[in-house]
């Protein structure tokens, strides 16, 4: 019958419904029933184990840890938001800029978001190295600190060395979705601008920001939700020390369930962070639907 949707149709929305359903889906909902039973390595690979309800919930809340890790990695997230939107959107105004090699160094920038976590951790726990570390070596040449900084093992300093190295890691990342926004930005405005009289901070301020605040608050999202995944790279410099002071949520979840083999309660703090990227994927959602209406 002319107009109805064929089998075929059904087929092709099935296989991706079933994909999401089985790879997104299923790991979400079997992190939530471990989150609600107690599981040890005795029943790990078995369904049925004690409803314990909410109680891996209140255990969470109370432990001093989680209060300490939750701050860090409200902390680690604002700082790298602020930071990467910033900055990506100060070189993606540089590089939009008509000189030689623009596109060619943009592109070698993008290369270091193309690099595995674990070595762009690897990477800077070489550069924050109290004895031979790059960082301190520079600091003193220009005489900037008087005795070496223990970037990766003060409490004090910790996060900041972990947060420094994320923002450098992701920060092309923002740069490249703010460079495509900034082409969509009819020419003839900053022309007609000029005509007025207005200079660069005016156009600026009055053509390209509320042109890319949009584009700003897609980023900022898909930022957030990339940042609340960190682990690999902080693994890989810290390991979410000393005494926590560099730890977040992801990496104490796999820290309760893999270490100290306290599933539920690893589920729990799963569970948590879930929950904080979930809300800002729903944000990130209708953001995208106000500005494919505008």
């Known amino acids: 019958m002319p107009g109805s949707p064929s089998a075929l149709l059904y087929v092709f929305l099935a296989l991706p419904i079933l994909y999401l359903l089985g790879f997104v889906g299923f790991p979400i909902v079997y992190n939530l029933m471990m989150s609600v039973q107690e599981v040890n390595l005795g029943n790990i690979t078995e369904f049925i184990r004690p409803f314990v309800g909410l109680d891996n919930y209140r255990t969470v809340i109370a432990d001093e840890s989680f209060q300490k890790v939750l701050v860090n990695t409200l902390l680690f997230v604002g700082c790298n938001v602020l930071a990467q939107v910033a900055i990506g959107l100060a070189v993606a105004l540089?590089?939009?800029q008509d000189f030689p090699g623009a596109g060619f160094m943009r592109g070698l920038l993008l290369c270091s978001w193309m690099l595995p976590a674990l070595v762009v951790g690897a990477l800077w726990k070489w550069i924050f190295a109290t004895?031979?570390?790059?960082?301190?070596?520079?600091?003193?040449?220009l005489h900037l600190i008087g005795s070496p900084i223990h970037w990766l093992s003060d409490p004090a300093v910790a996060l900041t060395s972990v947060t420094l190295a994320n923002i450098w890691f992701g920060m092309p990342f923002s740069m490249i979705?703010?460079?495509?926004?900034?082409?969509?930005?009819?020419?003839?405005?900053y022309e007609a601008a000029s005509l007025d009289g207005a200079?660069?901070?005016?156009?600026?301020?009055?053509?390209?920001?509320?042109?890319?605040k949009?584009?700003?608050?897609?980023?900022?999202?898909?930022?957030?939700?990339?940042?609340?995944?960190?682990?690999?790279?902080?693994?890989?410099?810290?390991?979410g020390g000393p005494l926590d002071a560099?730890?977040?949520?992801?990496?104490?979840?796999?820290?309760?369930?893999?270490?100290?083999?306290?599933?539920?309660?690893?589920?729990?703090?799963?569970s948590f962070a879930f929950l904080i990227v979930f809300g800002?994927?729903?944000?990130?959602v209708r953001t995208l639907k106000q500005e494919t209406a505008s």
């Open 94 to 96: 540089f590089f939009a």
């Open 199 to 212: 200079g660069s901070t005016a156009r600026f301020w009055y053509i390209t920001l509320p042109a890319l």
């Open 246 to 270: 560099s730890n977040v949520l992801p990496l104490l979840s796999y820290q309760f369930s893999f270490k100290q083999f306290d599933f539920g309660t690893g589920s729990a703090m799963g």
């Open 177 to 189: 979705l703010i460079a495509a926004a900034l082409t969509a930005i009819p020419k003839e405005h």
């Open 131 to 141: 004895e031979y570390g790059v960082a301190n070596y520079v600091l003193s040449a």
């Open 214 to 239: 949009p584009a700003l608050l897609a980023v900022a999202c898909l930022v957030t939700i990339y940042t609340m995944r960190a682990f690999d790279l902080i693994f890989a410099m810290t390991q």
């Open 280 to 284: 800002v994927a729903l944000l990130y």
